[in-house]
C-alpha cells in the first residue's frame, strides 16, 4: 500500500530565517506530488505540483519554492521566512489529475 | 472563477442523530466531487469520488450523492468518533484538473 510522510510534524522558525519542509511517498511510482498550506478556518490553498522530477508548477507568487530531486521526493523550501508564512503545510500525492489526492500529516509552522 | 461552498459551517448532533451536510459548487466541466474527512491536526483523508449526477457512494455511516449543482454527504446514526471537520473538493477548470479547489469544511461534533 501506499504511504506518504512529511516531516517535521512542528516547526517554530524566526522571521527571516531559512525554511525546509520534506515529503517522501512510498508504494508507488511517478505520483504527481502536490504542496498546499492550510491557513487557520480557511480552505486549502495549493502552492506547488509536480508531475514529474524535476518539473514544478506554481500556483500562488510566494516567496517559496518547490523542488523535486527524486521521484517520490518533494521539497518546500525558502531562503528567509515572512510572518504570513505561518501556516499548516500539507502534501499530497495522486496517480495523475482529476484523481484523489491522498495527504499527508502535515507540517504545522508557525513565525515568530 | 470556480467556487466551493460548504453548509453549515459548524453542526452538533447527539449519537444517533441524523443529518445532512451540503456541499455545492461552481465549476465549468465537473470531473469529480471529492469527499474528505479531516481530524484535528492531521492531513485530510479521503472518503469518495462523484463524477456523475446521481451517482452515489457509502462508507459505514456515511453516504454521498451528488447532483448538478451540489452535493450531500448523509450521515446515518453517527457516533461520537464521526466528529471531524468534512471537506468537499472539486477539480479546477484550468490546470487540467492538478488544482482541486476546497470548500471550508463543515465542523462537526457529534455528542455522545
Known amino acids: 500500500s501506499q504511504t506518504i510522510h512529511q516531516w517535521p510534524a512542528t516547526l517554530v522558525q524566526p522571521v527571516g530565517s531559512p525554511l525546509s519542509l520534506e515529503c517522501t511517498v512510498e508504494g508507488t511510482s511517478n505520483p504527481n506530488l502536490y504542496w498546499y498550506r492550510q491557513a487557520a478556518g480557511r480552505g486549502l490553498q495549493l502552492l506547488f505540483y509536480s508531475v514529474g522530477i524535476g518539473q514544478i508548477s506554481s500556483e500562488v507568487p510566494q516567496n517559496l519554492s518547490a523542488s523535486r530531486p527524486q521521484d517520490r521526493q518533494f521539497i518546500l523550501s525558502s531562503k528567509k521566512l515572512l510572518l504570513s508564512d505561518s501556516g499548516f503545510y500539507l502534501c499530497a500525492w495522486s496517480y495523475g489529475p482529476n484523481q484523489p489526492q491522498h495527504f499527508g500529516d502535515g507540517t504545522r509552522l508557525s513565525i515568530l | 472563477e470556480d467556487q466551493v461552498t460548504q453548509s453549515p459551517e459548524a453542526l452538533r448532533l447527539q449519537e444517533g442523530e441524523s443529518s445532512s451536510l451540503n456541499c455545492s459548487y461552481t465549476v465549468s466541466g465537473l470531473r469529480g466531487l471529492f469527499w474528505y474527512r479531516q481530524d484535528p491536526g492531521k492531513g485530510p483523508e479521503f472518503l469518495f469520488t462523484l463524477y456523475s449526477a446521481g451517482e452515489e457512494k457509502e462508507k459505514e455511516r456515511l453516504k454521498a450523492t451528488l447532483t448538478k449543482k451540489e452535493s450531500f454527504l448523509h450521515i446515518t446514526a453517527p457516533k461520537p468518533e464521526d466528529s471531524a471537520t468534512y471537506l468537499c473538493?472539486?477539480?479546477?477548470?484550468?490546470?487540467?484538473?492538478?488544482?482541486?479547489?476546497f470548500g471550508p469544511g463543515t465542523r462537526l461534533s457529534v455528542l455522545p
Open positions: 473538493a472539486v477539480p479546477a477548470g484550468d490546470n487540467y484538473g492538478q488544482n482541486f479547489v
